[in-house]
């Protein structure tokens, strides 16, 4: 994280009280949209024995194909021994397949089964089926502008970090 306080207190000088209750106004609003989601993930995905780890894990091999544990661990933003015990759930599961490249027995790669492969195509589908009515709720200006507002901060908390 940047601890660089001459900005931060810079930017904290010119805020007016305004400024920092509406920023924490939205903090919360953030915080409270996050508890729903994940509740609302969870459940979802507790129908299917999954869980968000599980399923991350199974989203992420659709998108890339193969990868080692460390690969994983890098694309998902959890630690190497984090995903070798979820892999090992989606193994005995016959989710996902331990496969060596050719010529290199030392490396270890995952991939999903033809298991895995329809599991996440039906989970995927159920999600958005799911979804839908929250989503469509909102005007498709307000849908545009929220995704564009969420990657921006996105971008901005990544730059910070």
């Not at 690969?71 to 984090?82: F, I, M, N, Q, Y």
Request: glycine letters at 6%.
């Amino acid at each position: 994280m940047n601890h660089s306080g001459d900005l931060r207190g810079a930017v904290l000088e010119r805020a007016t009280a305004s400024d920092v209750e509406a920023m924490a106004s939205f903090g919360r609003a953030l915080i409270e949209v996050g508890k729903a989601t994940t509740a609302w993930l969870e459940a979802a995905l507790a129908s299917w024995s999954l869980t968000p780890s599980t399923f991350g894990m199974l989203r992420q091999l659709s998108l890339v194909e193969v990868a080692t544990c460390s690969e994983l661990a890098t694309a998902l933003k959890v630690s190497r021994p984090r995903v070798s015990a979820v892999s090992e759930d989606l193994v005995r599961a016959g989710l996902i397949e331990r496969v060596h490249p050719a010529g290199n027995r030392r490396v270890v790669q995952l991939r999903l089964s033809a298991q895995g492969h329809e599991r996440v195509a039906a989970v995927t589908a159920e999600l958005a089926a799911e979804f839908t009515p929250a989503y469509t709720s909102m005007s498709s200006d307000e849908r545009a502008g929220l995704v564009r507002a969420l990657n921006q901060l996105s971008q901005r908390i990544a730059r910070a970090a």
